[in-house]
């Protein structure tokens, strides 16, 4: 006896819904384990955020995700001194030759938060509790 099923649109539809709905599932695996790979404690240690234009900024990650990192308490280093006739700063500057800012006094008066896009961090480092920039920001905040 030879049977044949007819497969009605509904059938297909229902089959199309069941495939996208797994392919769903298995991406949010994907996406958790992406956010678990890029995720730090979240305004509980400070961070130097590493950029690729070479600046550094040191503070603590409000939220974070795949498409950007959300800094607050933020500070950065600059030379003491201002460079004068355009000169190259010399590659062996020393520690004492910085200084660390907050974040807020510039000319254009920015908020005590950054949003940064992931496309431009190189890399995070959660900074230790005796570091001299964690214990510079500390010192600043007593003030």
């Known amino acids: 006896m030879l049977h044949t099923y007819k497969i009605s649109i509904i059938q297909i539809i229902a089959?199309?819904?069941l495939i996208i709905a797994a392919g769903l599932y298995s991406t949010r695996g994907v996406y958790e384990w992406v956010?678990?790979?890029y995720t730090f404690p979240l305004g509980e240690k400070y961070q130097?955020?590493?950029l690729d234009n070479g600046q550094v900024y040191f503070g603590?990650?409000?939220k974070?995700?795949?498409d950007y990192v959300y800094l607050t308490n933020i500070y950065y280093l600059q030379l003491r001194e201002p460079l004068q006739g355009g000169e190259a700063v010399e590659a062996d500057t020393s520690a004492s030759d910085l200084a660390l800012i907050k974040l807020g006094n510039e000319l254009h008066g920015p908020e005590d938060?950054?949003?940064?896009?992931r496309e431009?961090?190189?890399f995070i480092e959660t900074l230790k509790e005796d570091s001299k920039v964690v214990q510079a920001i500390r010192a600043h905040r007593a003030q």
């Open 64 to 66: 974070q995700g795949t």
């Open 120 to 122: 431009h961090v190189l």
């Open 35 to 37: 956010e678990e790979r």
């Open 48 to 50: 130097a955020v590493f």
């Open 113 to 117: 938060r950054m949003t940064i896009n």
């Open 60 to 62: 603590k990650i409000a």
């Open 15 to 17: 089959a199309l819904l």
